[in-house]
């Protein structure tokens, strides 16, 4: 019996077979598109945090790169279907992993979880506004932008400086040294001087570098009060006085 004859004697019949191979083929081709967004999603991370390996750590680069592979690979799942937990799977090894290596180092930078979840959001309706209204589309894409430029260039690097500064408006705690130079030395701070203590290795190429650049600003400025703490390995019949006295003879 052939399509024709089945539809003439019983057309129900039919549609009831197309609806139901359809039913069957929509979640095959959903977990497709889900399957594929988890790829895209494990890909996203590897990019982002393979560059900051090689490239560099900033976080501005891991933000924007990550920004922009959420957001196409957002667009590219909404105009096959706006599939939200193809979204969430999509976003998760980034939001993972950056709360996990990133977030419990610095907290502060928590505001990259919910622009990398905007940029997704964005992206999976970007397809299905812009038919209806482009110009809500461009604006969204306006205001990701807008919200990036300012989570780069204004609060990471302020919010970076507070985290990571450890100078404190507090006077210096006393302490003892052995001194190996003539005079005495300072082991308190002072009323209305700046002491200035320098950790350096006798070893080490920079610190040795910028002894004379710090002893020109000491000559140019007589309310710096400098402190040497130096690291000198003793050779035999040596002691850590000679080594400093070698280093001073060398015009450091």
């Given at each position: ?94 939001l993972a992993s950056f709360s ?153």
């Amino acid at each position: 019996m052939t399509v024709a004859s089945i539809k003439f004697l019983n057309p129900k019949a039919l549609r009831n077979a197309s609806h139901r191979k359809g039913m069957e083929e929509k979640p095959k081709s959903l977990w497709k598109l889900r399957l594929a967004a988890a790829g895209f999603g494990v890909l996203a991370l590897g990019v982002v945090y393979g560059g900051a390996l090689l490239l560099t750590n900033d976080v501005r680069l891991i933000y924007v790169s990550g920004a922009a592979l959420l957001f196409c690979a957002a667009i590219w799942i909404g105009r096959n279907k706006e599939d939200w937990f193809a979204a969430v799977v999509l976003t998760a090894p980034l939001l993972a992993s950056f709360s996990y290596l990133i977030l419990t180092e610095v907290p502060v930078l928590w505001p990259n979880l919910i622009l990398w979840s905007v940029a997704v959001v964005i992206g999976l309706l970007f397809t299905r506004i812009a038919h209806v209204r482009c110009g809500l589309a461009i604006l969204l894409v306006a205001a990701l932008l807008v919200g990036s430029t300012w989570y780069c260039v204004a609060y990471i690097p302020e919010q970076l400086a507070r985290s990571l500064n450890r100078v404190k408006d507090a006077s210096a705690p006393a302490f003892k040294l052995q001194p190996v130079s003539d005079g005495s030395v300072p082991v308190t701070s002072q009323r209305g001087k700046i002491l200035v203590i320098d950790f350096f290795s006798t070893t080490c190429a920079p610190c040795i570098a910028e002894l004379p650049a710090l002893t020109a600003r000491v000559r140019t400025w007589p309310k710096i009060v400098t402190l040497s703490l130096f690291s000198s390995p003793v050779i035999k019949g040596t002691t850590r006085r000679s080594a400093f006295e070698r280093l001073r003879k060398g015009g450091i």
